[in-house]
């Protein structure tokens, strides 16, 4: 089951992260390295500060969104829950925090808990074990 992420510090409630030791953009290799060790793929990459700063011409702290998939459980899930795809893919964000990275995921079982169907309740926590190992392998 997926913890508060208080390991680091960190009070998540929708979620699991951690602050890291290493730099923003290591940190983005490394989580789609361990993601990819899961079985997921990251289908989506989201830059937020890029696009903050071009369509509101602020400057925002380095952001990044990662739309992670595990295609065996999205097809299973998929398969009990049609309209699922509302819900997918899972984010996890990687952004600097007062100097610090931190690396953080979606609960899925918090997540998929508004959809109240309890055939999903395996999937989301199969997601959420593979994300927290993901994290904490970093």
């Known amino acids: 089951m997926m913890s508060d992420g208080l390991k680091s510090g960190l009070k998540i409630e929708y979620g699991y992260g951690r602050t ?16 990819k060790e899961e ?30 998939c595990n295609p065996p459980i999205a097809y299973q899930s998929l398969q009990l829950e049609p309209n ?16 610090q990275t931190v690396v953080a995921a979606i609960d ?7 959809v109240g169907n309890s055939a999903l309740e395996e999937a989301a926590a199969q997601v959420n074990e593979k994300l927290q190992r993901a994290i904490d392998r970093i």
Request: charged share 25%.
């Open 39 to 68: 079985g997921f793929g990251v289908l989506s990459r989201i830059d937020v500060h890029e696009k903050i700063k071009e369509k509101l011409g602020v400057d925002f702290q380095n952001y990044v969104i990662l739309g992670a």
């Open 84 to 99: 699922l795809g509302l819900l997918l893919p899972c984010n996890v964000v990687v952004y600097e925090d007062k100097g």
């Open 20 to 35: 890291v030791g290493m730099s923003f953009g290591r940190a983005i290799e490394r989580i789609t390295e361990t993601l």
């Open 108 to 114: 899925a079982k918090k997540m998929l808990s508004i």
